[in-house]
C-alpha cells in the first residue's frame, strides 16, 4: 500500500438507521464482534489515505467515543476527523457537513457507513481506475440476484453511465435493472463541492442524494464511470437485522475459509462462529458449536473439542479443550488440558502443562506448571505453584462479603478431598492437607494439616458390639 497524500476517505454515518428498529446507533451494530464501522475503518486505513472523515448525527456522541477507543486497536493510524450533521436531510447533506475537510484534498473517496463487506482489494482497483481515465467521479456498481431497495444505475444506450435512480423513485422498468450502487464512490474533490451546491431534494422524504451528484458532474463534461463487479456480497447495505444476520453469515464463511486457508481444520465450517480478528495456529482442530470471540489468539496443534467459548484469551500449543469449555481473558500456556466444563474467569493464567478438568471454576488466579484442579472445584484469587495436586471438591473462601482474599498454595502441596482455603491463607511447599479440612491458618513446609472433627461412630441401642 502506497499512501496516498492527496486523497481523504469519507464515511457517511449520521444516517438514523430506522429500520434497524434499534437505539443502539447503526454503525455500532457488530458483525462478526467489531462494529460495522470498524469494517469501514479498517479498509479505508488499508488504502493508506492522508485523512479519514466520519460524518455523524443520530447518536453521535456514543458513535465518537467507541471509534476513539478503539482506533489503536482497529489498527486505524491516519488522522479521524468527526464532521457533525445536524439536519440528516440525506447522504448529499451528509457529505455536505464535511465540506471543511474534503476541500483540502484533490480526491475524495465517499463510503456509506453501513457495508462492512466492502474489499479493500475493490476499493484499491476503483481508485487506480479513476486515477488512469482522470475521471470526475467512478462509483462502484454491482450486479445483484436482488434489486430492491437500492439505487439503480441506470446506463445510455451506449453504455455510458447516465444516472443513479432511487429505489423509490424508479418506474417498473428502471426497477428491473440488477445493477446497483453500491454506496462506495472516488470523486474529484472539486467537481463534487461544485454539484452539491445544485442539487435540488428529491423523493418522498424531500432528502438531497449524494447520488445525483454524478449526473451533475456529467454534465459539466467531466467523465463519470461505472466501476462494474460481479462480487455483490461487498455491496450489502446493512438496513435491518436481516440484513445484519445475512452480513454475519458471510463475514464468517469469510474468515472460516481463511483459517482454513492458512492450515486450521474446522471440522465443520458452518457451525462454528469466529471473529475476525482471531488468530488460530496450523493444524488446531475446531470442533462444531465453538464460539472465539474478540482478540484471542490460538496455538498450534490444539485439539478444541465441540460447544467451547474463548474470548479475549490466549492459548498456547498442544492445548486440550473438552467439550464445554468457557475461558474468558485467560491465558493458558502450551500443553495444558482444560474440561469437560472447566470455567477460566477473567485474569486466570495457567501454566505450562497444568490440568483444570471437569466443572471447575478459576477466577484471578494461577495455576502453576503441571498442577492439576481436576474436579468440581472453585479457586479464586489464588497463586498455585508447580506440581500442585487439588482434590476433589476444594474450595477456596476468598470473599468475607466485603473484600477478596488471596489463597497461596506452593510448589508440591497436595490437597485432599473436599477441602476448604479460608483465605488469606498460605500452605507452604510440600505440605499435605488431609480430606475434609477446613484451613484457617498457615501450613509449613512438608507438614501435614487436618482440620476435621474426630468421627465418632455411636453403636445402634440394643446391638451388641461383635454381633
Ligand atoms: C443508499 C444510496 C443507494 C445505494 C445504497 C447502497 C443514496 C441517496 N442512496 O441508499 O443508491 O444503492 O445506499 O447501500 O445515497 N446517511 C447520513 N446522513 C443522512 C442520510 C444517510 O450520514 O442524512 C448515511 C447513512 O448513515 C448510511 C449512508 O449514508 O451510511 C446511506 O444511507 P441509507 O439511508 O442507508 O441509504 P440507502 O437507502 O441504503
Ligand atoms: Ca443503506
Known amino acids: 500500500m502506497v499512501a496516498k497524500k492527496n486523497l481523504c476517505v469519507l464515511i457517511l454515518a449520521a444516517g438514523k438507521g430506522t429500520r434497524m428498529k434499534s437505539p443502539l446507533p447503526k454503525p455500532l451494530h457488530t458483525v462478526c464482534g467489531i462494529p460495522i464501522i470498524a469494517h469501514i475503518l479498517k479498509a479505508a486505513q488499508a488504502l493508506g489515505p492522508a485523512a479519514i472523515g466520519i460524518v455523524v448525527g443520530h447518536g453521535a456522541d456514543e458513535v465518537i467515543n467507541t471509534v476513539k477507543n478503539n482506533l489503536a486497536a482497529w489498527g486505524v493510524s491516519a488522522p479521524v476527523v468527526f464532521a457533525h450533521q445536524t439536519d440528516l436531510s440525506g447522504s448529499a447533506s451528509a457529505v455536505k457537513a464535511a465540506l471543511p475537510l474534503i476541500e483540502k484534498f484533490e480526491t475524495v473517496m465517499v463510503l456509506n457507513g453501513d457495508t462492512p463487506l466492502l474489499r479493500v482489494q475493490t476499493l484499491e482497483q476503483m481508485f487506480d481506475v479513476y486515477e488512469a481515465n482522470g475521471c470526475g467521479a467512478l462509483v462502484l456498481g454491482v450486479t445483484v440476484p436482488n434489486p430492491a431497495g437500492y439505487g439503480r ?22 426497477k428491473k435493472i440488477a445493477e446497483i450502487n453500491s454506496g462506495m464512490y472516488v470523486f474529484n474533490s472539486k467537481l463534487l463541492q461544485n454539484a452539491l451546491t445544485q442539487l435540488t431534494p428529491q423523493g418522498p422524504k424531500h432528502e438531497f442524494y449524494l447520488t445525483d451528484t454524478l449526473a451533475l458532474i456529467k454534465q459539466m463534461n467531466a467523465s463519470v464511470l461505472v466501476f462494474g463487479s460481479d462480487d455483490y456480497e461487498q455491496a450489502l447495505g446493512i438496513n435491518s437485522k436481516a440484513q445484519l444476520a445475512e452480513a454475519e453469515q458471510i463475514l464468517r464463511d469469510r474468515v472460516a475459509k481463511r483459517l482454513m486457508d492458512e492450515g486450521v481444520t474446522l471440522v465443520r465450517p458452518k457451525e462454528v462462529f469466529i471473529d475476525s480478528e482471531v488468530k488460530i495456529g496450523v493444524d488446531t482442530w475446531i470442533c462444531p458449536g465453538c464460539y ?29 479443550l473438552k467439550m464445554g469449555t468457557y475461558i474468558e481473558e485467560s491465558e493458558v500456556e502450551a500443553n495444558c488440558q482444560l474440561g469437560p466444563y472447566a470455567h477460566l474467569r477473567p485474569k486466570s493464567v495457567l501454566k505450562q502443562g497444568a490440568k483444570v478438568g471437569n466443572f471447575s471454576e478459576i477466577k484471578k488466579s494461577v495455576i502453576g506448571e503441571g498442577s492439576k484442579v481436576n474436579h468440581l472445584s472453585y479457586i479464586g484469587d489464588t497463586i498455585m505453584g508447580a506440581g500442585v495436586n487439588v482434590g476433589a471438591g476444594a474450595i477456596t473462601c476468598n470473599y468475607d462479603g466485603k473484600n477478596k482474599h488471596q489463597t497461596v498454595l506452593e510448589d508440591h502441596v497436595f490437597v485432599g478431598s473436599n477441602v476448604n482455603f479460608v483465605a488469606p491463607v498460605t500452605v507452604h511447599e510440600y505440605a499435605k492437607i488431609g480430606a475434609g479440612s477446613t484451613i484457617t491458618k498457615e501450613v509449613p513446609a512438608e507438614a501435614l494439616a487436618i482440620a476435621r472433627t474426630r468421627q465418632v461412630v455411636l453403636e445402634k441401642k440394643g446391638v451388641k458390639k461383635n454381633d
Open 153 to 174: 444505475i441506470v446506463r445510455a444506450v451506449d453504455g455510458h453511465f447516465e444516472n443513479i435512480t432511487e429505489d423509490a423513485d424508479a418506474d417498473e422498468e428502471t
Open 292 to 320: 472465539i470471540s474478540g482478540k484471542t489468539v490460538i496455538g498450534k496443534n490444539c485439539y478444541i473439542e465441540g460447544n467451547c467459548y474463548i474470548k479475549d484469551s490466549v492459548i498456547g500449543d498442544n492445548v486440550t
